[in-house]
């Protein structure tokens, strides 16, 4: 089916009822899965690559219990299925080294700080998902209505040109 | 055998020396033989001659020109001049013919004695009858004045090298001076004022300085820096060591006062010391003692350094631990300035969070009870069935991520639609048998639109919630600031040491995430206690047990009485344990953000449970090996507990 998948990696319930309400409107276009810890998210990684999904973005605390999110997200760089995959990193406690650390060995692709306003954190799942669908190849005209439109189509015209 | 003294006739006319000769051997007998000299012969070669056959010439007897005889031992000489004739003024004694035998044995007689006496006594004893009694009491007079003016001339030398004279240094340097003005007539006097340099270190030195009045210092220039060896200790000659070593000046020399001196170049002093042997006394006993002074200045400067270095070292030793002990101060100073920080800062944002927390968690209650109720009085035939959605969002709390998943994949398999399995679970309808009831018999439209007003009612629920969730942990976090803030002002009341433990629990519950608590408590009499201050005993040993078992573990909490005066708690946790070398040290102030979260009081927490349960004349206790961490507080049921110093000054209003 192949479709795109958005994780949420947030241990506290209550923050990530609100960041799932958050991305309502990316609900239907991709599969939006949460997880409360490093573990349960490996499991969903698991399930998603066996469904033959793409993960395309991981919205990552950084603390956790058991392991770090930036450890987490640092593994995920490491594996072939999921090194694509945008990673954003949602905290309000990161250390300056773990922030350091996130950017040079997890590629970090974005940082948003606790409290988010619900604006932004959709801008930059949009721009970080508009990012992953173009590199991935496929089909472009389907996320139109819900990623960036303008960049998704100069993407599609010059497909059409190139080839 | 050949008599050893002999008298050697020498006279101008051999005639008469036979005659004479036979004369003098009438007298004398065989106690001496009677040489004549010929003609041709020198009266000094014939007693040459005989001086070195090993005889004694004591007299010569001559009536011309005095014979100059060689060697040291010049014979006497005797006249014979006519009768009459005045006598030679060179002759030691003067006969006239005719000569009668007893004048001559005495003249010769005197003679001989005079002589031997004078050079070999010894051989008097070969002549007792020909020797001079008088002449002899004489000679031996002179001997012994020579032999006392040796003595003291000795005795005089002796004192003077080895001061054994009793004089001082003043006094010999003065008799020096006065046999210099004595032996060089009064040389020049040359006068230096007070601060001028006499001597530059390195400069040539021809001669010697004696300073008569007046003080020098002498000094060295070493890296820049003139170092004073001598001052007293000087002495009154200047250039010894230049003049002793033949090199150029080893010290400069300044006048400290004006100075008088007598300059005396090594020629003149050469020559002074050659023409009066008694300034050579004097001179050396002066130079002796200079360098001996000069020597022990230098043993005592020696001394005086090996002492200073010593005095150096061991204020150094104390000055370091000096310094350790301010270092430790203020390392103490610092920590308690921080906890005093921290507690007003505590205070402070306690009591600001104080009002807008509870206007929050006001109208949250009031979100919480008023907006089902509108639901339901709108008019809307769905209302009951919205308001039940929004209500079970709102009080059931949710589903962890593991079992929302489960239940969507189920239902995804019953319905054969994944999508609206997802939506469906998400608010709440997880069975088939459920989603049929619901929406049995409508349009997709109608379906669509219950679905979409559903979930906006299950989000209202869910926001609710949230609300009062995070709403109540705020004001948990702001009340237990302000009893932080507030600990010890209480007073002491009967306390229940379950129910304290039980708040912690409840405080720390959401950092208990997937920790068991096994609770073991015996019925405990209540204590006597500060019970705002006990509350933080427990909350830091069980927030310092979660924390070690990092999110999973038993965590044990065990309260008894071990006696009827005592109740004990045993906080245990399952964790790595504490490294052996930190064990000593875990009451002591450490300030820690563990991970970047500041948990306060919690970074100062062990500390502040050691002075809590101290303060409450209890002890606390702690045992660690991997996999059993043991906190153990034991505290007196009735006791008279000391309240906190004023560290927390947060103020009520």
Redesign the interface.
């Known amino acids: 089916m192949n479709r795109v998948v958005i994780l949420v990696l947030e241990d506290e319930p209550e923050v990530r009822a609100a960041v799932l309400g958050d991305l309502r409107p990316f609900e239907g276009r991709f599969r939006i899965e949460a997880a409360a810890d490093a573990e349960e998210a490996e499991e969903v990684v698991a399930e998603c690559i066996d469904d033959g999904d793409d993960l395309g973005l991981v919205l990552c605390d950084h603390l956790l219990p058991g392991m770090r999110g930036t450890d987490f997200l640092v593994r995920l760089n490491h594996r072939p299925e999921t090194e694509a995959a945008r990673k954003v990193l949602l905290t309000g406690q990161a250390g300056h080294d773990d922030t350091i650390r996130a950017v040079n060995e997890a590629d970090l692709d974005h940082y948003l700080a606790k409290p988010w306003d619900p604006a932004e954190l959709q801008a930059v799942v949009r721009a970080q998902l508009t990012d992953f669908v173009v590199e991935r190849g496929g089909e472009l005209l389907e996320y139109v209505s819900v990623l960036e439109g303008d960049r998704l189509l100069e993407a599609i015209r010059r497909r059409a040109w190139d080839r | 055998m050949t008599r050893r003294i002999a008298v050697v006739v020498a006279l101008s006319d051999p005639a008469d020396g036979r005659r004479l000769a036979g004369e003098l051997r009438a007298a004398l007998g065989d106690e001496c033989r009677v040489e004549v000299c010929e003609a041709a012969e020198h009266p000094a070669d014939r007693v040459g001659d005989l001086i070195r056959e090993g005889a004694a010439v004591p007299v010569v007897a001559v009536d011309g020109p005095a014979p100059e005889p060689g060697g040291e031992r010049r014979p006497r000489l005797l006249a014979v001049v006519p009768d009459g004739s005045p006598p030679d003024p060179r002759a030691d004694a003067t006969v006239s013919p005719p000569f009668d035998p007893v004048g001559l044995r005495g003249v010769i007689g005197r003679l001989v004695t005079s002589y031997l006496a004078e050079t070999e006594p010894a051989l008097l004893a070969e002549v007792p009858g020909l020797a001079d009694v008088g002449v002899l009491v004489d000679a031996l007079d002179l001997s012994r004045d020579r032999v006392r003016a040796a003595r003291s001339e000795l005795h005089d030398l002796k004192g003077s090298f080895f001061e054994d004279d009793g004089l001082s240094d003043d006094e010999v340097e003065h008799r020096m001076i006065e046999e210099i003005d004595r032996v060089l007539g009064r040389p020049p006097r040359r006068i230096f004022p007070a601060g001028s340099t006499i001597l530059r270190e390195g400069s040539p030195v021809d001669g010697i300085l004696v300073v008569l009045r007046g003080e020098v210092r002498l000094y060295r220039t070493v890296d820049g820096e003139d170092l004073t060896f001598h001052n007293r200790t000087a002495g009154r000659v200047v250039g010894l060591l230049a003049m002793a070593r033949s090199r150029p000046a080893f010290f400069s020399c300044e006048a400290l006062t004006e100075v008088e001196a007598i300059p005396l170049s090594f020629e003149r002093l050469s020559d002074a010391l050659h023409t009066g042997p008694s300034l050579t006394v004097h001179f050396v006993s002066v130079l002796v003692r200079s360098l001996a002074r000069r020597n022990l200045r230098g043993v005592e400067l020696q001394v005086e350094r090996d002492r200073l270095a010593r005095d150096l070292a061991a204020e150094r030793d104390q000055l370091q631990r000096t310094l350790d002990r301010l270092e430790e101060a203020q390392t103490r100073l610092i920590q308690a300035e921080k906890m005093a920080t921290l507690g007003q800062l505590v205070a402070g944002i306690g009591h600001e969070l104080n009002n807008p927390v509870a206007a929050i968690e006001r109208a949250a209650g009031v979100l919480a009870a008023e907006i089902p109720a509108a639901v339901a009085a709108s008019g809307d035939p769905r209302a009951d069935l919205l308001a039940g959605f929004l209500e079970s969002a709102a009080t059931g709390?949710?589903r962890?991520?593991?079992e929302?998943?489960r239940l969507r994949r189920e239902l995804a398999e019953a319905l054969g639609d994944e999508?609206l399995a997802r939506?469906l679970v998400a608010v709440g309808i997880t069975g088939e048998q459920r989603y049929r009831e619901l929406f049995r018999g409508l349009s997709a439209t109608e379906r669509d639109d219950l679905m979409r007003a559903i979930e906006t009612h299950h989000?209202i629920g869910?926001?609710l919630?949230?609300v009062g969730?995070?709403t109540r942990r705020v004001a948990d976090l702001v009340r237990s600031l302000r009893s932080y803030a507030r600990a010890g002002r209480h007073g002491v009341a009967p306390t229940d040491v379950v129910e304290g433990i039980e708040e912690a629990l409840l405080l720390l519950g959401?950092a208990l995430?997937?920790i068991d608590v096994v609770r073991e408590y015996a019925d405990v009499p209540e204590i006597t206690a500060y019970p705002g201050e006990l509350a933080q005993v427990w909350t830091n040993l069980v927030a310092n047990a979660i924390q070690a078992m990092?999110?999973?573990g038993v965590l044990t909490v065990a309260v008894d009485a071990p006696d009827p005066g005592h109740v004990r708690v045993e906080i245990v946790d399952d964790g790595p344990g504490i490294p052996p070398e930190d064990l000593d040290r875990i009451f002591d102030l450490h300030f820690t953000t563990k991970?970047?979260?500041v948990e306060f009081g919690l970074g100062l927490g062990l500390r502040i449970a050691h002075d809590v349960v101290t303060r409450h004349h209890g002890r606390i206790a702690v045992e660690s090996r991997p996999g059993r961490t043991a906190f153990t507080v034991t505290l007196p049921v009735s006791g008279t507990p000391q309240a906190a110093p004023g560290l927390m000054q947060g103020e009520e209003p």
């Open positions: 709390g949710l962890s991520t593991r929302e998943r999508e939506r989000r869910v926001a919630h949230g969730r995070a959401h995430g997937r990092e999110g999973e991970h970047g979260r």
